[in-house]
């Protein structure tokens, strides 16, 4: 008996390079890590956090939409910033974008890192949603 699986790609997201944006598996669905990048792969907003931290959030709500989920669905997220010290740019531009949204914030853990796949990225972020 096989699982219940599919790949899913969000058209209008950053096109993955040997990924898929999500898998879904059953009721679960796992929402690859969203880099700081628009529709053509180009990173937005060098340097600053928040403005990163926000088409993050965006890039995760196409995904999302694309599974069948919206934000209400999605259990846990795990926040990879480039260094600690700036923590608090990611957790207001959350915030807003929760408050925009009229969300509750997931469950999250944020992990400070040395680096990440796209040169001048700060933030990437993956979700872990139950869908209805």
Request: hydrophobic letters at 45%.
């Amino acid at each position: 008996m096989g699982l219940d699986r599919a790949y899913i790609n969000a058209p209008n997201a950053p096109t993955p390079i040997a990924y898929s944006h999500a898998v879904r598996m059953g009721q679960l669905l796992f929402v690859s890590g969203q880099l700081p990048v628009d529709s053509e792969r180009r990173l937005v907003a060098p340097g600053d956090l928040g403005a990163q931290t926000r088409q993050v959030l965006e890039n995760l709500t196409l995904v999302l939409k694309e599974s069948g989920a919206s934000w209400e669905h999605v259990a846990k997220l795990t926040i990879f910033v480039l260094g600690m010290e700036r923590i608090a740019e990611v957790r207001e531009a959350r915030q807003a974008f929760y408050d925009e949204q009229g969300i509750q914030p997931p469950a999250s853990t944020a992990v400070g890192v040395a680096g990440l796949a796209i040169e001048g990225a700060l933030i990437e972020i993956e979700a872990y949603a139950v869908l209805p």
